[in-house]
Every structure is written in C-alpha cells, then in structure tokens.
C-alpha cells in the first residue's frame, strides 16, 4: 500500500489530446497542467472507448467497452445493475463524489420493473451514476429545458446575473454593442467576451464546489469526480480568456483536398453535418479555435488554483491527480466538427496521471506511450488503494506499473474504441436502420483499423501517417494485414465481459466438484 | 388476433430430438406427444442456445443467447436486470407461472447492490425468474443437500413414503432383494423399478401440480410452464416404466473407433469425464437406455392425461402448447455422456407447437426443416397474444408464420449455440483458465462449425455426414468455407442486443433532433 488516500479524477469535455503545452501544443499556455505532467506520467497513446460523451464516460465510470455497459450514446439509460465507480472505491473506505458533469442517464424502466425505491441510500446512488451528487451538472441547458433553480443558475442570479437561465444569457453569451444578448450557441460570437465574469464561470464554479467538497470531507478518505464541462461548447469563454489567442496562433488544420474529394462514407456523410460543414471553413476555425484554446488556459488557470488549495489542504502528499478528457474535438480538422469518428483529433485523450507516492519518483515527467484505454481507470484506481483491480467485471487494466516507471509484462498490443452513430444525420444520408450503424476501431502501435458495419474498413498507418490522410482500407497491398485486424476485432468481440455474476477465482474453486456436492452423475 | 389465451410451454429435460416416435425413433411409444405433432409443427432444426440446463433455460427464459445474458453455466446467477418472460406477457394481462425446474440463480450480489427488497412483488418475481413459482423444484436434490420440507418430499411422506428425502429414498431409488435402498445415482440400478409408485412419481406429481394451477386460474388468461426434470438423470422409472424397453428396442450407438481414435482435444477431454467413460461401455447403454425411453414413454403418458384435463376445461381451443426439451443427451454416442457440445444428440431439441388458431389448420402434422433456437419462444408469445416480437432486448423471431404454413421472409439462415465449460473437468485436463474454455456453434442448411478458443475448429458436412463422423475442421479444401464461417461468427457475436435500454423505435424518433431540443451545435 502506498500513501494515496484520496482520488482526484478531473475531466474535461471535448479536450484534445493534443491542445496542452505539454503534449507539443506550439502556442497554448497550460503551465499548470504542464505541472502536473512534471510531477506524474504523461500518456500519449490513451484513447476513450468511445468519442462521444455520454458512452464514453460510461465506459470511465463502469470500466469496461461501450457494448458492454451498453450506453451507445447520451442519454441512453445504462443499465440498473451495471457497476460504477463507486461501487468498486466505496468498500475501500472513501467517500465517492461528483462535481460537475456525468452525461449519466437512470434506466427508469429497469427501476420500475425492480420495484426500487430510488429515495434509499443505495437507490440514490444508484440513480446518480453511483456518486454523491456535491454538484450535478451536465452542463447544457438550452432556455428551452433549463431548470430555474439549478445551482448553477441561483449562484449566478445571487452574483447579481438577471433572467431565467443565466447559464445562457451570461455565461454562455456575449453582448452585443446596444447591450442585447449575443448567444454562444452561434459560433460567431465566439470571439466576444463571455457576460459573466471569470470568477463566476462555470470553471471557476465548479472549481469552488470542488474545494468546497474536499474541505468539508478533511480527514475522510474521497474520490473527487471534478468534471468540467469546457472547453465543449458553446466555445465562449469570459475576459480575458476570449482574446488570449488569435488566429495566428492556431496550428494549421488537418485536412486535404483529397480527404474531401474522395471520404469513406461513413466519413463523407459526417462531413454533410452542419458543424462539419461550419469547421470547413477557415472564418469558423479562426473564430472558433482561439476561443477554444483561451477555455483550456481557463482551466488551466483553475488546476493551478485547485494546486494551492490541496497544498494548503495537506492533500497533495496523499491524492491521485488524474487530468484528462471524455473525447477530443475535430475542430475542422478532417473536414469535420464535433467527434464521434476514430481519427487522434477525436478519439484520443488527454490523460496525465500524478501519483505522490516516493515509488512514483523515477517516473516522474515521464510519458508514457503504451496503448492505453480510460477503463484502465478504475483497476489503477483499486491497485492503488489496495483492491482488486482483476474484479471480473473490469475490461481494462491497472496502470500502476507505468506509474511507478515499471514495464508492464504482457501489456495489451490493441486499443479499441466503437462507435454507434444510430442519432445522428449520417445514418440517414446512408440510409442505414438504427441497428446499422455502428463500427469498432483497433489501434495497434503502427496501425488503426476501422471495421463499419455495411461499408469498407479505412486502414492508416501511424508510424508513415500520423496525420492519417491516407486511408489504406482499399489498398491491395493490406489485405492480409486487413484481415489479421478484423480477426483481432473479432477476438475482441468475443471476449468481453459479460459473465458479470460470477468470478473466476469462485469458478475455479466450483470446477469439477459436482460430485463432492452429491450429485453424481457418470456413475455406475 | 388470433383464439389463443394460454400457453402451456412444457419442458422436458435432456430429452434428445430424436427419442420420440414422431421424430423418427425406430423403437419408442409417444403416442400422446406423437398426436400433438399431428395437430400442430414438428420443427426438425430446433436449437438450444448451449447444451447445458442453465445457460440454456436462461435463453428460453430471456430470449437471449448466452453471452447476452451472461448466465453460462448452471448456478450462475442471472443478472438483477434481465427481463424473462413474465416482464413480456404479464402486461398482456397473462399470469405467468411455473411448475417445476427453472435453474435459475438470483443475483443476490446484484440484488444487495440496488437495496432491493425480494419481499416486495417485484422483488419476488425478480427473484423467480419471472415466474410465479406455483411449484418450484429444479429436481436434484442429494441427500446432503435436500429439504426435508420440499414440497415434493412432503407430498411423498403424505403418500406413505418414510424418510428424510423421499425423492432419492423413493422416487430415485430402487430395492434391494433384502429391500436395501438402491440409489438411482449409480447406473447400474437404472434397469430396476424405482421405489415410488407412477402416480407419485414426479412426472406425475408435476402434472397433478400443473393441473391444479389450471384448474384455480380459471378464465383467467396464463402461461404455464410445466417443466419436468425426466428424463434427466437419476436414470430411475416406475413400474412399469422401467421395463418397457429392452436392450434390443435400442438404435444402434453413433460412434466410431475412428473418432474415439483422434479426438477434437476439446472432445477429447470431454471423453475423460466419468459420464462419458461409463456410457462408453455397452453394458452402460444398455442398462440405461430402455429406462431412458422409459421415462420419456411416462411423460407422454402424462401428456396425455394433460391434453385430457385441457379439453374437460374447455382449454384446448384457446391454448398454445409447446413441448421441447432444454438440450439432448449423448447417451454414449460419440464416446460421450451427458451434453454441452454441440453434436446433434446435444445441442439440437424436440420442438412442437401446437396453434388452435384456425389460421394454423393448413399446417397441422407438417414438419419445418427451418434453423430454430429456443429464444424465437418469447417471439412467438408475444406475436401470438398481440404484444411486440421485435423488442429491443430479444434475440429471437416469432415463428408464427411456420404454425400458420406460410414461409418467412429472411429468414436466419444459421442458427448460433453456446459453450462455457470453465466449470468441467474438461478444463483442466486441457489446462485453460476460466476465461479460455469457450466454443460457439454455427449450423446453417448445409454445414455444422464449432469455434474453440485456443483450438482447432470443427466442421461438419450435415447433408453428407448427418452422424458427424466426419470432422473437416482440418480438411485443406474447406479453408476458405471455413473462414467464412468464422465470418459469421464474429458478426455475430459483435451484433448481439447488448443495447437494452432504449429501442430503435425511440432512437428513430429521436434521430438527428439536437436542434429542436435546443442544442445547437456546428451553428454559425
């Protein structure tokens, strides 16, 4: 047992892997987060099971694949008895929280059909994603459906902000030259200032909330789910953080006229979606973009305030930091918008992991580039705490060793991540049921692989193409390579965890002894 | 709408396909259930989801292959949140009750986790699978085990019977010439009359049950499923069912010195086991086997005085009955005992249905060749009583049209079974760890392909080699047939229903509408 107590899990939403100073970043300022990664291992091949959030955080807080859980996408309920976080940390003596954003959403039906009472301690816990809910904040919340009285809104209303959803009509607006409310939801906008002030945006609330929580809980062991909802849109970010950057300092975008020429389909109707047709253009990038990098110096900002507050706390000699993000953004890149599809853009993540334990010592700085996926989040979560990372209903893996500068014998070769694009536009373009549209990626150290459903696979090749602008799915020369990654994800298919009910050490105790139970069939 | 009200989906146990007369059996009286053939669909190609009584029950009860439901093996407990057939057919106003064996384990754990109390109606049918459990009896019970208030040992003691567990003691047992108690467990006994007359016996004692169940539902629309235990081991059958059948009634064993000679490892293994040892020796088949046709020739005595009591009730006419088996028995052929694999005696099954509807007259007594698996049942309830066949967490299809002669548009073209055998011995001679000891079937018209983990594959050419004795899982000319086999396979298992919470319906509806709830990405 090493020194960690508590768990710090900060996520953010929609932040690319690669839009951190200390991932190579050319021009942003993250000094804090840069910090982090000087104190703990900086991963480079980590990737979400899959780039949307809801399905992807569900695959963070249950640790195992999307079809596993089985959340293909937001709001689809997850299921009433899958496992979350909290039920593998609870039993270890922490308290188990949330700030901020789950995207989780309580399967109503499968609590019916059970009789539960979700007014009961287990119930609750049950119905929030299995975290106490300091703050629950999912983070969108259009005039349309928003809620009056979420924390959100009354904080901002007790700050002075006027009107019904000040989520909208401060922080997530700007104001136009006669005073009239400019929305963030058109990216326009996203060059002005935000009408809320910096102290008072949803980074610097949630921030607080955080604090708040790790005060009140002193001496008791926690994990601490810090989920901002920035920088996802609407890319609109309070002074001075809307005019950090300007188009000068973006990096130039991913894409080529043969890219958009000739897309996979699957691609090619994604990029028939207007925010794909939006980023397309150079004036949204470089109005977008800046807007988007000066929301992550926000954060950035806010780490480096929740650092002294832990210092000043006595907690950063006993808590894992944990920094990363649900999913990426295609910012235009690939003549796309939003995420979804496996491109790095989209489907790789941030993850830096601090852990203050002296046997983290040699690995401090370090970056790590084994293929790493976000359900190895929980087995790392229970090593370090002293529990059983191999739990059977856990896909992933723990990721001490890494931590502690050590290989990791037998570390997996493939990463995987899915996709299920039923929701959105392209499945119409492709005229495809809602139980068509799916596709699985396996990333291997040189290869990415993507196998769809109803259409050709795309196949690129990291070590020559990083950029991934020249999809191999049809190249002659890869057929066999092809084929050998299409097993692969059939193996991976086949394999997943779905005895839940029962371990393999209680297997293996039970194997071969019916007879010793009486019953003795075979006998003569 | 069709006349049907009830359902009456009789189970036997282990019953192979091919031990009934109207099933081709050279040798056997079943002229009761050979008469249910006559008024209603023989179905030839019937298979169970995995050759062994629980994972296999648990797919007719959820209508979901085994991996899907993650059951694998008898004892593990079903998931809290798997529906069975009560969530189904109760809403369509049926009461839904058993009579008999289930092997359903409740998910305690699972239970625990959510706060649930099983005290509570939802709770209990939870913890019943579904089922009102009018008599539950998963029917083994050895002496170090047995409840001497099972209701079954109860009824026997009021009959007369002594003793703490008269269902071993009486109805499993025969006597001795010094009347010493001759357990049923050992085979050798099995030529003998059990010690419990056929009016007590279980079979009969489970009729009588079912009977009072129909009787007190009255015009009260039900499902009931009549599950008997025979003619599952302990191979014991009352006077005069133990001697019905001589050595001489017996077809011939399926098996070959060539196949006993150079076994698949995985069958192999398999032959090790005691049960496949002892019915390797001809003694064994022939002590067996009569007694074996005999309890199958008690049940259809029994079925008969069931279909009886129907008609006195006014029944027959608003009833849907069906008669299978959860999975065959080796009975030696092959070299083995018992089942799990997925030769013919194992993994097919008996299936007959029974439509009083008038539409079904045109196919009264006509056979179907088309590939079946136990989870079309639920399908075909629903279908039948008016509810939705296609609901988000079946993996079936109603079999309806086949009742009705008509044929079935797209229909499946390959039917899937199931292994696990982490809990065998099998396992350990083959030195796998529990997570390495699976197998998948495909059969479709022509070909039989069974894929192991960690082995080689079998293939079986079923037009010109029905007995499989032919394995071409090696065979060079078949490789690419094979392959594309493993093909299917692995679609199969990457499109399983793992997406339980929502249906393509809601998802069709709500496709592509982010921009009428309010959120408006990729806006300008």
């Given at each position: 047992?090493?020194?960690?107590?508590?768990?710090?899990?900060?996520?953010?939403?929609?932040?690319?892997?690669?839009?951190?100073?200390?991932?190579?970043?050319?021009?942003?300022?993250?000094?804090?987060?840069?910090?982090?990664?000087?104190?703990?291992?900086?991963?480079?091949?980590?990737?979400?099971?899959?780039?949307?959030?809801?399905?992807?955080?569900?695959?963070?807080?249950?640790?195992?694949?999307?079809?596993?859980?089985?959340?293909?996408?937001?709001?689809?309920?997850?299921?009433?008895?899958?496992?979350?976080?909290?039920?593998?940390?609870?039993?270890?003596?922490?308290?188990?929280?949330?700030?901020?954003?789950?995207?989780?959403?309580?399967?109503?039906?499968?609590?019916?059909?059970?009789?539960?009472?979700?007014?009961?301690?287990?119930?609750?816990?049950?119905?929030?994603?299995?975290?106490?809910?300091?703050?629950?904040?999912?983070?969108?919340?259009?005039?349309?459906?928003?809620?009056?009285?979420?924390?959100?809104?009354?904080?901002?209303?007790?700050?002075?902000?006027?009107?019904?959803?000040?989520?909208?009509?401060?922080?997530?607006?700007?104001?136009?030259?006669?005073?009239?409310?400019?929305?963030?939801?058109?990216?326009?906008?996203?060059?002005?200032?935000?009408?809320?002030?910096?102290?008072?945006?949803?980074?610097?609330?949630?921030?607080?909330?955080?604090?708040?929580?790790?005060?009140?809980?002193?001496?008791?062991?926690?994990?601490?789910?810090?989920?901002?909802?920035?920088?996802?849109?609407?890319?609109?970010?309070?002074?001075?953080?809307?005019?950090?950057?300007?188009?000068?300092?973006?990096?130039?975008?991913?894409?080529?006229?043969?890219?958009?020429?000739?897309?996979?389909?699957?691609?090619?109707?994604?990029?028939?979606?207007?925010?794909?047709?939006?980023?397309?253009?150079?004036?949204?990038?470089?109005?977008?973009?800046?807007?988007?990098?000066?929301?992550?110096?926000?954060?950035?900002?806010?780490?480096?305030?929740?650092?002294?507050?832990?210092?000043?706390?006595?907690?950063?000699?006993?808590?894992?930091?944990?920094?990363?993000?649900?999913?990426?953004?295609?910012?235009?890149?690939?003549?796309?918008?939003?995420?979804?599809?496996?491109?790095?853009?989209?489907?790789?993540?941030?993850?830096?992991?601090?852990?203050?334990?002296?046997?983290?010592?040699?690995?401090?700085?370090?970056?790590c580039?084994a293929l790493v996926?976000?359900?190895d989040?929980?087995?790392?979560?229970?090593e370090?705490?002293?529990?059983?990372?191999?739990?059977?209903?856990?896909?992933?893996r723990s990721l001490l060793p890494f931590l502690h500068g050590a290989s990791a014998a037998g570390w997996r070769?493939?990463?995987?991540?899915?996709?299920?694009?039923?929701?959105?536009?392209?499945?119409?373009?492709?005229?495809?049921?809602?139980?068509?549209?799916?596709?699985?990626?396996?990333?291997?150290?040189?290869?990415?692989?993507?196998?769809?459903?109803?259409?050709?696979?795309?196949?690129?090749?990291?070590?020559?193409?990083?950029?991934?602008?020249?999809?191999?799915?049809?190249?002659?020369?890869?057929?066999?390579?092809?084929?050998?990654?299409?097993?692969?994800?059939?193996?991976?298919?086949?394999?997943?965890?779905?005895?839940?009910?029962?371990?393999?050490?209680?297997?293996?105790?039970?194997?071969?002894?019916?007879?010793?139970?009486?019953?003795?069939?075979?006998?003569?």
């Amino acid at each position: 047992m090493g020194s960690v107590r508590n768990i710090l899990f900060v996520m953010c939403d929609q932040l690319r892997a690669d839009t951190l100073g200390c991932m190579g970043h050319p021009t942003i300022k993250t000094p804090y987060i840069d910090a982090l990664a000087r104190r703990g291992v900086r991963f480079t091949r980590a990737y979400c099971q899959a780039p949307v959030c809801g399905p992807s955080r569900m695959s963070f807080y249950t640790g195992r694949y999307m079809t596993s859980h089985g959340a293909h996408y937001n709001d689809v309920p997850l299921r009433a008895d899958e496992w979350t976080m909290g039920d593998y940390l609870r039993p270890l003596g922490l308290r188990v929280g949330l700030v901020g954003k789950t995207h989780f959403a309580m399967d109503r039906e499968g609590f019916a059909r059970l009789g539960l009472d979700h007014q009961t301690p287990a119930g609750k816990l049950a119905a929030e994603c299995g975290f106490e809910g300091w703050e629950r904040d999912d983070g969108l919340h259009p005039d349309q459906a928003a809620r009056r009285d979420l924390a959100y809104n009354v904080y901002l209303r007790a700050q002075g902000y006027e009107g019904d959803n000040p989520w909208h009509s401060a922080a997530n607006s700007a104001a136009g030259p006669n005073g009239e409310v400019l929305s963030g939801w058109e990216m326009r906008h996203a060059n002005l200032p935000a009408r809320v002030d910096k102290a008072h945006s949803e980074t610097a609330y949630m921030t607080d909330r955080a604090m708040a929580m790790i005060a009140a809980l002193g001496d008791t062991p926690w994990l601490l789910h810090l989920s901002y909802i920035k920088p996802h849109w609407p890319y609109m970010a309070p002074a001075p953080y809307h005019a950090l950057y300007q188009a000068a300092d973006l990096p130039p975008a991913n894409r080529s006229d043969a890219e958009r020429a000739a897309p996979h389909p699957v691609v090619g109707a994604f990029m028939q979606h207007d925010e794909s047709q939006a980023f397309a253009r150079d004036e949204v990038r470089e109005r977008v973009l800046p807007t988007y990098m000066g929301l992550v110096t926000e954060i950035d900002d806010h780490i480096g305030r929740l650092m002294r507050f832990l210092e000043q706390q006595g907690r950063l000699g006993d808590t894992l930091l944990v920094f990363t993000s649900d999913h990426g953004d295609y910012l235009g890149d690939h003549w796309l918008g939003e995420k979804e599809l496996f491109h790095e853009e989209s489907a790789r993540i941030p993850l830096i992991i601090v852990d203050p334990d002296p046997a983290a010592d040699s690995a401090r700085g370090s970056e790590c580039d084994a293929l790493v996926e976000s359900l190895d989040l929980i087995p790392t979560f229970l090593e370090v705490l002293g529990g059983n990372p191999e739990h059977q209903r856990l896909e992933g893996r723990s990721l001490l060793p890494f931590l502690h500068g050590a290989s990791a014998a037998g570390w997996r070769d493939a990463a995987f991540s899915e996709l299920d694009y039923a929701w959105r536009r392209a499945r119409l373009i492709l005229e495809r049921t809602p139980s068509e549209a799916r596709a699985v990626m396996i990333r291997t150290a040189r290869w990415k692989y993507v196998s769809y459903d109803g259409f050709p696979p795309q196949l690129f090749d990291l070590e020559a193409d990083l950029l991934e602008q020249q999809d191999l799915g049809q190249a002659p020369e890869h057929a066999s390579l092809r084929a050998e990654l299409e097993a692969r994800i059939a193996d991976w298919a086949r394999h997943r965890k779905l005895r839940l009910t029962m371990s393999d050490d209680i297997i293996a105790r039970r194997t071969d002894t019916a007879r010793q139970r009486g019953i003795l069939f075979g006998q003569w």
